[in-house]
Structure formats: structure tokens, C-alpha cells
């Protein structure tokens, strides 16, 4: 059974930048599609990015494109995710999350076996 545990969330001033940190243990992180999704109070889980087991494969919202980076390291069995020009809108909980490996590279919520417990990024105006 894979475990996540995200880290690096907290306050940030708008144009700022923040990294998260997606921890895996309990499996081998080559295994899996792995993605950041966000959610606010009231709102459902939004997609955010996804990158491919192997790594050579990357996709991203609307809303982040050029401003976010996903990377991974299955070595070291981390995952993060680069924030830059960060703007009050994207104040959520993140998540990490798991997706063992298949033909399709998912962006719903409900594609992904694993998640994280989240964490909160605050972008103050």
C-alpha cells in the first residue's frame, strides 16, 4: 500500500514562490503517474498537474501553466511541485497523488488510487 505525505504548504506573498514535497513509501514510485490536485472550502478537487512514471511526460491546468513545474525523482521516491508567481487564487489544500501506471495519463480525482493528507497553501495580496 503506497503512503504519501505532502510537505512545504504554508504562507506565501502573491508573486512569491513555493515548493511542495510529495513523500512515498510502502511501494515503488516508478509505478505510478503522479499528480498534485488542489481543493477549496466548497469547491471540488481541481486537477492540477501530472507527471508520467517515466518522466519524460508532463501536463499541466490552464491555470498554472507556465508558473508551476512537477518533477519527480523515483530514486529517491519524492515528487514536487515548483510554484512561482503565486497568486491568491491559488490559495487550497494540495494533494499529492498516485495512479499505477497505464496507457492514459489521468487528470480526474476519481482515476487516482493513492492520496496524501494534504497540505495548505495560503497566497496573501
Known amino acids: ?24 513509501s510502502g511501494g515503488t514510485l516508478r509505478d505510478y503517474d ?24 508532463t501536463h499541466y491546468a490552464d491555470s498554472v501553466k507556465g508558473r508551476f513545474t512537477i518533477s519527480r525523482d523515483n530514486a529517491k521516491n519524492m515528487m514536487y511541485l515548483q510554484m512561482n508567481s503565486l497568486k491568491p ?13 497505464n496507457f492514459y495519463v489521468e487528470t480526474t480525482d476519481d482515476k487516482y488510487e493513492h492520496w496524501g493528507q494534504g497540505t495548505q497553501v495560503t497566497v496573501s495580496s
Open 89 to 101: 487564487e491559488d490559495t487550497a489544500v494540495y494533494y499529492c497523488a498516485a495512479d499505477r501506471r
Open 34 to 57: 503522479m499528480g498534485w490536485f488542489r481543493q477549496v472550502p466548497g469547491k471540488e478537487r481541481e486537477f492540477v498537474a501530472v507527471v508520467r512514471w517515466s518522466t519524460d511526460f
Open 1 to 24: 500500500q503506497v503512503q504519501l505525505v505532502e510537505s512545504g504548504g504554508g504562507l506565501v506573498q502573491a508573486g512569491g514562490s513555493a515548493t511542495l514535497s510529495c513523500a512515498a
